[in-house]
């Protein structure tokens, strides 16, 4: 089978339920972007196993893996249209992932000291790369809030998607910080060039 179909060389592409639209529809640039994050934590997650010896990161990778499955299973979620006949059969977001995810959060910043200003991405090439993740994260829970608002009728958008990626960019951050304190570099502080 060949990699290349051709099928997509005048602007559209098929969702899951078979249906086309324009490969610029707020669906496709929702689960596109959501994509994108995937990948970025794929890059995250090689440096994590790059450093798992001197960092102590091997749990960080494992756990990034983790996401990325799942942000494959919201993808799925995102590009199956709320009227597919076999809608029931797309993996939905479930409150323990969303719970694990707290539970990673409070766990990363436990292990690092309280903010006390605001900090800049950067510090530790790991920790700058989950500050990437965190970003794309952050626009892909915008593009889903407003394939939500764009959808005409209620449920359009599993709910849980938006609390998931709200959720996994806070802890994106956390892990930032923690990958910094890791690595004994310590967060870069905003310095206002103004004052």
């Given at each position: 089978?060949?990699l290349?179909?051709?099928?997509?060389?005048g602007?559209?592409?098929?969702?899951?339920?078979?249906?086309?639209?324009?490969?610029?529809?707020?669906?496709?640039?929702?689960?596109?972007?959501?994509d994108?994050?995937?990948?970025f934590?794929?890059?995250?997650?090689?440096v994590a196993?790059?450093?798992?010896?001197?960092?102590?990161?091997?749990?960080?990778?494992?756990?990034?893996?983790?996401?990325?499955?799942?942000?494959?299973?919201?993808?799925s979620?995102?590009?199956?249209?709320?009227?597919?006949?076999?809608?029931?059969?797309?993996?939905?977001?479930?409150d323990?992932?969303?719970?694990?995810?707290?539970?990673?959060?409070?766990?990363?910043?436990?292990?690092?000291?309280?903010?006390?200003?605001?900090?800049?991405?950067?510090?530790?090439?790991?920790?700058?790369?989950?500050?990437?993740?965190?970003?794309?994260?952050?626009?892909?829970?915008?593009?889903?809030?407003?394939?939500?608002?764009?959808?005409?009728?209620?449920?359009?958008?599993?709910?849980?998607?938006?609390?998931?990626?709200?959720r996994?960019?806070d802890?994106?951050?956390?892990?930032a910080?923690?990958?910094?304190?890791?690595?004994?570099?310590?967060?870069?502080?905003?310095?206002?060039?103004?004052s």
């Open positions: 089978m060949k290349y179909t051709k099928r997509g060389d602007g559209f592409t098929s969702l899951f339920d078979g249906s086309e639209v324009r490969k610029d529809d707020a669906r496709v640039t929702a689960y596109g972007t959501v994108e994050l995937n990948a934590i794929g890059l995250a997650a090689a196993v790059q450093r798992a010896g001197a960092h102590s990161t091997a749990e960080l990778a494992a756990r990034l893996t983790t996401i990325q499955s799942e942000l494959f299973n919201i993808g979620d995102l590009a199956t249209p709320e009227t597919a006949a076999h809608r029931d059969r797309v993996p939905q977001v479930a323990a992932e969303i719970a694990r995810l707290e539970a990673w959060i409070d766990d990363a910043t436990a292990a690092v000291t309280p903010l006390r200003s605001f900090i800049l991405p950067g510090g530790d090439l790991l920790a700058a790369q989950l500050h990437v993740c965190r970003t794309v994260c952050r626009r892909a829970e915008r593009l889903v809030v407003t394939l939500s608002a764009q959808s005409a009728s209620a449920g359009a958008v599993n709910p849980k998607v938006v609390i998931y990626l709200n996994l960019s802890l994106l951050f956390a892990w910080r923690w990958a910094n304190h890791a690595a004994g570099v310590g967060d870069v502080p905003w310095i206002n060039p103004k």
